[in-house]
């Protein structure tokens, strides 16, 4: 119950980034850099908070802060194209081309660590292919090529960052450390975008809830479940934000649910679904042949 939970808290977090990224980007009240480096700046600036004072309770303890380099570049990777994505993207279309990425992402890491995917699973994932090449393709409401890309970019980073965090024993520290780690370089992001002149205070604030709040209170908290799930189970809760972030953006930013994304929604995660439903259990017999 208490992963259920916490996994539920990290889905509605990483729909509020699609809100909030449209809510900021698509109004034109901040540009793309100054976005992203304000988001990781507060991230850092949270987590590192938190563990302060969550470690400030034992005067013996000593606050370590953990992480990777490949994590913060995965992060940061994510984060950028992300943001300039959300440029040309509505929330729902960009939310459903990031996680269908992401599944893309997660099945092919799974492959090259020695997984082979059985005919429904190939089956989904081509139904899944077939409704994305659908969305993008030329059309009065396809999305733009180049924010088709650049969010599938964003996708891929995602991917490796939820792989990297499947082995996290520390979620609270190694979250801080890959956001303290691409703090130099998202105050560059924050200087060369000349906040004070290109941002509103709406921007700002949006920025800042969806570094501080969604992003680093919920990285932590994706990273802490991710251990208890398997790949598939994390590529598999992950395929209800576009619903959730295609609701929000109907709902707080008046985005229209058209035709093209309702019936490229079904197809994606219909058939994503039947891939890792396939995949469970295909695993689920290996297992008990190999116990028998």
Known sequence: MRVAVLATIALLAFSANSVLARLALGAGDMNATG???VRIVSGALTLAAIL???????????IEISGSWRGAAALFGYALAFSIAYLMLGAGTGALILFASVQVGMLAWAI????????WEWLGFGVA????VFL????LVAPPLLGTALMATAGMSW???????QSSRAPLADTAGNFIRCLPIALVLVAI????HTSSASGLAYAVASGAIASGIGYAIWYTVLPSMTRTSAAFVQLTVPAIAAAGGALFIGEPLTGRLLISSVGILGGVAL?????NLRRAKATQTSAA
């Open 129 to 132: 292919f077939v409704a994305l």
């Open 159 to 165: 991917a490796a960052y939820s792989v990297l965090g």
């Open 112 to 119: 090259l660590k020695g997984d082979r995917p059985g005919p």
């Open 275 to 279: 891939a890792l439903f396939a995949a």
């Open 52 to 62: 302060y004072f969550r470690e400030r309770r034992n005067s013996d303890a000593r």
């Open 136 to 139: 993008v393709a030329p059309g």
């Open 35 to 37: 976005y992203t480096g």
């Open 193 to 196: 975008s000349d906040p004070a």
